[in-house]
């Protein structure tokens, strides 16, 4: 049955429970057991000592607010991790009332503590994905599980959305301004790059407010949303020229891109995440051949091995498409594997996938290259002294260069610069480990994700026991070192994306057809043709010219 289906198949809470996860073992259910003891540790740790902090340094005990503010939090850990109490809750064997008792600390504090109407100015890429995907889910979630009051979490959903609405609205723009004023309303460029905005940020916001839109019946968010790609497309004549792909800046007055640097690390990664995404959450088949067309120019141009051991890596352009490939490699890169492996299968099991009418030759070859992906991401963990991946590789190209200063890792496969040795707790290479044991119930991602975590366990967390006691855990300035030095602070989405999506890895019976997930790990549910009354509330508003 499936993960997340349809609210009406359900008629209470502990039906869900019984049927969402069955634990296929014991040694399973202790794997989950642990991370949910480790969530619960480093929440603890936050609760006692950061308590409505949006900014938590673990080691000195201090905490601060988002964006410049003194009088207000945004709520950016406490809203960006509560769906994944939700979902630890709902399949715990051992912390079940432990979870609901947080749920309901939140709950509480967002009903009696979170105000929007604050002073300050925010980005509209990290306030959506965060904010209003926290809260989101967590009005999913809630009435799903029937823990809580969800209509409280939509109601301030809807107030942040609301605010964040004028960047879409300068008259001379054709995208939306970068940041945004909670109070006034007032947008402004990015103070950086000539004022253009990230490629990614402003192509990424379309899932959280289409959802809006499903669930309120206000068409408006969806149409706001969706007005970016048209001139996006048409001014740069993005298929024809770039196959494709996308520098990773834009001038939101024009819609053109500044700069050639095109890369799928931080400012271009989720433009193609989104493509795929808003075709599997609302079936807009314009998304998958638009998503189609970029993951062919991928293919083309920036596919590459390693030396001597053949990995295979994601490269960079950083002078467009003519330029020389950089054998440069972000973690962030790392949920491609997760994001190929749904775009050949749609989140069919492979085994069931391979019998669809869709089923070709192209998307076999994406599925093995999802997994060659998949296996690269992992070797950037297993081949480092500490088990933790650095913050960026460079791929053994056989011309790199001068490479004396950097660290070659024991199978000869790729560099690390001294500035790009630290981890952040990243969730790319465990979310696509999540998404590709799902699809094929292949036991050695669970094995790779169970060496991931207790690498976390053992230098992420400061003396750190296996008990559900409150303890820190934090970054790494360097995982090279032996042992890793630690740095003073944690990230969100340690608890949104890189918890969950080990538990998820070890939760059976996951319907990856039935939801979406954002790109900071919060599910919705795939909008059905009911909520857009068969397409006339809610559809496709543009197509290419």
């Given at each position: 049955m499936?993960?997340?289906?349809?609210?009406?198949?359900?008629?209470?809470?502990?039906?869900?429970?019984?049927?969402?996860?069955?634990?296929?073992?014991?040694?399973?259910?202790?794997?989950?057991?642990?991370?949910?003891?480790?969530?619960?540790?480093?929440?603890?740790?936050?609760?006692?000592?950061?308590?409505?902090?949006?900014?938590?340094?673990?080691?000195?005990?201090?905490?601060?607010?988002?964006?410049?503010?003194?009088?207000?939090?945004?709520?950016w850990i406490i809203v960006d991790s509560i769906d994944s109490m939700f979902l630890m809750y709902n399949s715990s064997a051992h912390h079940r009332e432990e979870f609901k008792a947080e749920i309901l600390r939140?709950?509480?504090?967002?009903?009696?503590?979170?105000?929007?109407?604050?002073?300050?100015?925010?980005?509209?890429?990290?306030?959506?994905?965060?904010?209003?995907?926290?809260?989101l889910s967590a009005y999913y979630l809630s009435d799903l599980l029937g823990v809580g009051n969800s209509t409280l979490y939509l109601e301030k959903a809807t107030d942040l959305a609301d605010r964040m609405l004028p960047a879409f609205h300068h008259e001379n723009a054709k995208i939306p301004y970068s940041s945004v004023n909670l109070h006034t309303g007032e947008s402004r460029k990015n103070?950086?790059?000539?004022?253009?905005?990230?490629?990614?940020?402003?192509?990424?916001?379309?899932?959280?407010?289409?959802?809006?839109?499903?669930?309120?019946?206000?068409?408006?968010?969806?149409?706001?949303v969706e007005k970016v790609y048209k001139p996006l497309y048409e001014e740069n004549n993005l298929i024809d020229r770039y196959d494709g792909l996308v520098p990773i800046y834009t001038n939101p007055d024009t819609a053109r891109f500044w700069g050639n640097n095109i890369r799928l690390g931080s400012r271009g990664d989720s433009f193609y995440e989104y493509l795929l995404k808003q075709y599997l959450q609302s079936d807009e088949h314009l998304y998958y051949e638009l998503y189609r067309e970029s993951i062919e120019g991928v293919k083309r141009h920036l596919i590459s091995r390693s030396k001597p051991n053949g990995l295979v890596y994601i490269g960079e352009k950083e002078n467009g498409l003519n330029g020389g490939l950089s054998s440069k490699m972000d973690h962030l890169v790392c949920f491609m594997g997760g994001l190929i492996a749904m775009g050949?299968?749609?989140?069919?099991?492979?085994?069931?996938?391979?019998?669809?009418?869709?089923w070709d030759a192209e998307r076999e070859e994406d599925w093995n290259l999802a997994q060659d992906l998949t296996y690269t991401c992992y070797q950037m963990y297993h081949q480092i002294p500490s088990g933790l991946s650095p913050e960026?590789?460079?791929?053994?190209?056989?011309?790199?260069?001068?490479?004396?200063?950097?660290?070659?890792?024991?199978?000869?496969?790729?560099?690390?610069?001294?500035?790009?040795?630290?981890n952040l707790q990243r969730p790319e290479t465990v979310e696509s480990l999540m998404f590709l044991y799902h699809l094929t119930k292949d036991s050695k991602y669970r094995d790779w994700g169970w060496e991931i975590f207790q690498s976390f366990k053992i230098h992420s967390g400061v003396q750190c026991k296996y008990t559900d006691s409150e303890c820190a855990y934090t970054c790494l300035k360097n995982v090279l070192a032996n042992p890793p030095t630690r740095s003073d602070n944690v990230e969100s989405f340690w608890y949104a994306e890189t918890l969950k999506y080990l538990?998820?890895?070890?939760?059976?019976?996951v319907d990856l057809r039935s939801m979406v997930f954002n790109t900071e790990a919060h599910p919705f549910p795939v909008i059905t043709p009911e909520q857009t009354q068969n397409g006339a509330l809610l559809n496709t508003g543009w197509e290419l010219a």
């Amino acid at each position: 049955m499936r993960i997340f289906t349809n609210l009406a198949v359900f008629a209470s809470a502990a039906v869900v429970f019984q049927a969402f996860f069955t634990p296929s073992s014991q040694f399973v259910q202790y794997k989950r057991n642990r991370i949910e003891s480790t969530f619960l540790q480093s929440w603890r740790d936050y609760v006692s000592n950061g308590w409505d902090a949006d900014v938590y340094r673990p080691l000195s005990k201090k905490g601060s607010y988002m964006y410049g503010s003194t009088e207000k939090p945004l709520g950016w850990i406490i809203v960006d991790s509560i769906d994944s109490m939700f979902l630890m809750y709902n399949s715990s064997a051992h912390h079940r009332e432990e979870f609901k008792a947080e749920i309901l600390r939140v709950e509480h504090w967002i009903k009696t503590k979170l105000d929007y109407d604050i002073d300050v100015s925010v980005s509209l890429f990290e306030t959506t994905i965060r904010m209003l995907g926290g809260l989101l889910s967590a009005y999913y979630l809630s009435d799903l599980l029937g823990v809580g009051n969800s209509t409280l979490y939509l109601e301030k959903a809807t107030d942040l959305a609301d605010r964040m609405l004028p960047a879409f609205h300068h008259e001379n723009a054709k995208i939306p301004y970068s940041s945004v004023n909670l109070h006034t309303g007032e947008s402004r460029k990015n103070h950086v790059d000539m004022g253009s905005s990230s490629t990614a940020e402003f192509t990424t916001l379309q899932l959280e407010f289409k959802y809006l839109s499903a669930i309120t019946g206000d068409v408006k968010y969806w149409k706001e949303v969706e007005k970016v790609y048209k001139p996006l497309y048409e001014e740069n004549n993005l298929i024809d020229r770039y196959d494709g792909l996308v520098p990773i800046y834009t001038n939101p007055d024009t819609a053109r891109f500044w700069g050639n640097n095109i890369r799928l690390g931080s400012r271009g990664d989720s433009f193609y995440e989104y493509l795929l995404k808003q075709y599997l959450q609302s079936d807009e088949h314009l998304y998958y051949e638009l998503y189609r067309e970029s993951i062919e120019g991928v293919k083309r141009h920036l596919i590459s091995r390693s030396k001597p051991n053949g990995l295979v890596y994601i490269g960079e352009k950083e002078n467009g498409l003519n330029g020389g490939l950089s054998s440069k490699m972000d973690h962030l890169v790392c949920f491609m594997g997760g994001l190929i492996a749904m775009g050949a299968t749609e989140g069919w099991p492979i085994t069931e996938a391979r019998k669809q009418n869709f089923w070709d030759a192209e998307r076999e070859e994406d599925w093995n290259l999802a997994q060659d992906l998949t296996y690269t991401c992992y070797q950037m963990y297993h081949q480092i002294p500490s088990g933790l991946s650095p913050e960026i590789v460079v791929f053994n190209d056989g011309l790199n260069g001068e490479t004396g200063s950097w660290w070659q890792s024991r199978e000869g496969d790729f560099f690390v610069k001294p500035a790009d040795a630290h981890n952040l707790q990243r969730p790319e290479t465990v979310e696509s480990l999540m998404f590709l044991y799902h699809l094929t119930k292949d036991s050695k991602y669970r094995d790779w994700g169970w060496e991931i975590f207790q690498s976390f366990k053992i230098h992420s967390g400061v003396q750190c026991k296996y008990t559900d006691s409150e303890c820190a855990y934090t970054c790494l300035k360097n995982v090279l070192a032996n042992p890793p030095t630690r740095s003073d602070n944690v990230e969100s989405f340690w608890y949104a994306e890189t918890l969950k999506y080990l538990h998820l890895l070890f939760q059976d019976n996951v319907d990856l057809r039935s939801m979406v997930f954002n790109t900071e790990a919060h599910p919705f549910p795939v909008i059905t043709p009911e909520q857009t009354q068969n397409g006339a509330l809610l559809n496709t508003g543009w197509e290419l010219a």
